[in-house]
């Protein structure tokens, strides 16, 4: 079936520094990519819908200037915390819509530690 | 707002007994319905999905689920468990074009 990568799986950094986080589609194109946040022992919750070419649509409560989403080509989405901070350790998972079936896949996820 | 419910936080059962992990969902509309498994630190992979087509959806690894309309309930079953389906369970709906809205997960502990 269809791969999505993602990378790192897990990143250990330090307060204030920023991180990115890549999600690419290995065997297809996908327009539309999606990243979601989990919390220890609790659910997916969504935090953007980026398509390819253009601005990442951001959920309530989601700061884009924190959170910034770069769809810049249909294999390769990317997330970058900003001045990151101990409450945005987290674990990170991104989607990927094929452009031909629509259906999703999903990466095996970025463990952030921040210390 | 669609929504699912996952009515159980954690599920224990002994190896080679059934399994039965509920969820029920909140649609205006014909509603389409997912389970996914999450091994720990990993990804999601899709078990089965229910899109107005048949009511009983056959996935991966033996497990299955009934879409019920008139209990709009989604309930994800396997008749015997294995060692290896411990994991957390989601049960998801689609609030539109690929968007996903999960439940709020339930650990599945499988004791031999």
């Known amino acids: 079936g269809a791969v999505v990568s993602q990378h790192p799986s897990r990143v250990i950094c330090k307060s204030g520094t920023s991180v990115k986080i890549e999600c690419r589609s290995l065997?297809?194109?996908?327009?539309?990519m999606f990243w979601y946040r989990q919390f220890p022992k609790q659910s997916l919750m969504l935090m953007a819908t980026?398509?390819?070419?253009?601005?990442?649509?951001?959920e309530q409560g989601v700061e884009k200037d924190k959170f910034l989403i770069n769809h810049a080509s249909l294999t390769l989405s990317t997330l970058t915390v900003t001045s990151a901070h101990p409450e945005d350790s987290s674990f990170y998972i991104c989607?990927?819509?094929?452009?031909?079936?629509?259906?999703?896949?999903f990466g095996e996820g970025s463990r952030l530690t921040v210390l | 707002a669609q929504s699912v419910t996952q009515l159980d936080s954690h599920v224990s059962v002994s190896e080679g007994t059934p399994v039965l992990l509920r969820c029920n969902y909140s649609s205006s509309y014909s509603p389409s319905l997912f389970w996914y498994v999450q091994h720990p630190n990993k990804g999601l992979q899709l078990l089965l999905k229910?899109?107005?087509?048949?009511?009983l959806v056959k996935g991966i690894n033996g497990f299955e689920a009934e879409f019920k309309k008139s209990e709009t309930s989604f309930h994800l079953t396997k008749p015997s468990a294995h060692m290896s389906d411990a994991a957390e369970y989601f049960c998801?709906?689609?609030?539109?074009?690929?968007?996903?809205?999960f439940g709020t997960g339930t650990r599945l502990l499988v004791s031999p």
């Open positions: 998801v709906v689609s609030e539109g074009f690929q968007k996903l809205v």
């Open positions: 980026s398509n390819e070419g253009s601005k990442a649509t951001y």
């Open positions: 229910y899109t107005s087509a048949a009511t």
């Open positions: 065997d297809f194109q996908a327009t539309t």
């Open positions: 989607s990927a819509a094929s452009g031909g079936t629509g259906e999703l896949f």
